[in-house]
């Protein structure tokens, strides 16, 4: 997408995060271990990343929304406030207001027992202490932006009378109905039907241009995240390994996990008969995970260093940053080279 | 609305005549006469043969269902066999006083119920859950006419705080809502109302822990809910299934407990089926059994049409 870029400061900016869980019996789980984020005004970054990469953890840190037993480290900073010192009252006065989510499966993300236009309505006077009916008429125009057909009636439809890209539709609405600068969508069209996953990102790009709002974007489907983001951020085993704009990563993927991903996708020269890319192994294990780099035990290139030091992210072009040790090896050889 | 309130009573009718035939055929199914109990033991079989024509008990039992049908619906449920009095008259004093003290039961046991289900399902595994949890467990598990016993041991043998027996002073069988009625009822009431409370806080511990987990309750904080807002929603999830159980509950509840009533020596419906039971009162124990059946009846009715009016996704086809 476009970045409009007007102003100077980053809306969102993420330094050092980690998300702790501790689990029973004493045991912590590191979800997240030192994830640093910055998003401009209009900016769309997609969070790219398998189940348990501590992609959605990371998304829901910019609204404190996880269990009590979650804890934080670093800085989550969005709009200028410090989200994970505030106090709760603020909390709740901030989400929906200044950061709105939508959520994988609307089916699930409406309470099923109310109304949606008054869901949607429930948020707008909660944040604007407007009465229910301006509430509900704020309903409509929303339902009709986000092009919901004959709104009036679907505004008076539970959430099961709903078909799931209709649900998905008016949870878009529900996001943008206190009209907040930062939208975070956590795999928006994931639970949805192949066609309608198309009609529901073209609706959010549109919707984001026209709005200028900065998003974050969780998917685990590169495809995906080419079309809407700005720029990619690849996350694995809780750290961020690669990050860039779309087109470098899409051209020189540059950490091997990046490299696996792109390798595996299924395009149309996928030719019947012949067995698909895959990346060997498994996810690694957030209560266990291994000492050093946490790609090292699927990785084709590791090396013995990669076993004990984990490692930095390096500048790999225009901000393009991964994390990889062989990186620093190529620009070793290569700074020899210059200089024999 | 009303056509689908319509719709349920006519559903109800097939059931409420199955439980008649029922009602009707479970006293014939008890051995014994009941006619032997209340003559002398030196009758002539004359004499016997005579009082059965006289009740109708020599004539065949589907023909003897349609009479005693007949008159139920003309709200004759006939004579005590023991009192001679209408049973009806008998049925219905018993019954006020049995809705009296499932009254007070309920309004204990629902409170009481809802607040440990509520705090133990909110709270889960924390300190309180696990004293809510224990009380809960206890209420159902505990047998409570021991219970019952132990409550007059305590506060009408050893403190002689409150009366033991009966549902108001000199042995009155009326109960009135004054200071002096109040305090015999207390202790069947409580005892009464430690099972609802067990089973109601346990129902509900689950479901609001259930909902809590679901994914709209996070949807709910993120669009800025406090925890004020989110408790709403959550009430109106539980109510559909809450409303089931305590409807279950009162049903019980208004069914009267032969066990406590005994115990307490309380004027209502139990205290009544165990006379009759006892005295072989045929016409009693009928009467007593259809009318406490039709209760559940009414109330399963009542229940239904509220949950589909509480809850939109049950359909009103």
Known sequence: MNSNMTDTGPIVDVRKLTVDFSTGGGKTVRAVAGVDLSLKKGETLALLGESGSGKSVTLRALMRLHPDSARFGGSVNVDGRDILAMPYGDLARYRGKVVSMIFQDPGLAFDPVYRVGDQIAEAVVRHEGISMQEAKKRALGLFERVRIPSPERRLDNYPHEMSGGMRQRAMIALALACRPKVLLADEPTTALDATVQIQVLLLLRELQRELGLAVIFVTHDIGVAVEVADRIAVMYGGRIVETGKCADIIRNPSHPYTQGLLASRTGHEAVKGSRLVTIPGAPPDLSNMPPGCPFGPRCKYVMDRCKTQTPPLYDVGADHFAACFLIEQQAASQSQLQSA | ?317
């Not at chain 2, 039961?105 to 607040?115: M, Q, R, S």
């Not at chain 2, 041991?153 to 109040?182: C, E, K, M």
């Not at chain 2, 059994?289 to 239904?304: E, K, P, R, S, T």
């Open chain 2, 1 to 317: 609305m009303l056509l689908y309130i319509l719709k349920r009573i006519v559903y109800v009718t097939p059931v409420a005549l199955g439980v008649s035939v029922i009602c009707f055929l479970l006293v014939h199914l008890a051995p014994g006469d009941p006619l032997t109990s209340v003559m002398p033991i030196d009758a002539t079989a004359e004499q016997q043969a005579e009082m059965r024509a006289a009740y109708g008990f020599d004539r065949p039992l589907i023909v003897q269902y349609f009479l005693w049908l007949w008159k139920v619906l003309h709200a004759d449920l006939g004579n005590s066999i023991a009192t001679g009095r209408p049973v009806l008259t008998e049925v219905s004093r018993a019954v006020v006083n049995s809705l009296i003290l499932a009254a007070v039961a309920t309004l204990i046991g629902f409170t009481f119920g809802t607040l440990f289900g509520f705090v133990a399902g909110y709270f889960r595994n924390s300190p309180l859950d696990k004293i809510a949890s224990a009380i809960s467990v206890f209420g159902v598990s505990v047998p409570h006419y021991w219970l019952g016993m132990v409550l007059v041991i305590i506060f009408s043998v050893q403190l002689n705080w409150l009366p033991s027996t009966g549902a108001g002073p000199g042995g009155s069988s009326n109960w009135r809502p004054d200071a002096d009625h109040l305090r015999y009822i207390i202790l069947p009431a409580i005892t009464m109302s430690v099972i609802p409370t067990g089973i109601i806080a346990r129902t509900l511990r689950a479901l609001v822990a259930d909902i809590l987990s679901q994914e709209f309750v996070q949807a709910l904080r993120a669009k800025g809910l406090g925890e004020w807002g989110v408790f709403k929603h959550v009430v109106t999830n539980a109510a559909p299934t809450a409303l089931a159980v305590m409807g279950l509950q009162l049903g019980y509840l208004l069914g009267g407990s032969i066990l406590i009533e005994t115990v307490f020596a309380w004027p209502g419906t139990g205290f009544l089926l165990n006379a009759a039971i006892f005295q072989r009162d045929l016409p009693l124990l009928q009467g007593t059994i259809l009318v406490l059946a039709m209760f559940f009846v009414g109330l399963n009715l009542i229940v239904d049409v509220l949950q589909t009016a509480l809850d939109p996704r049950i359909q009103r086809g």
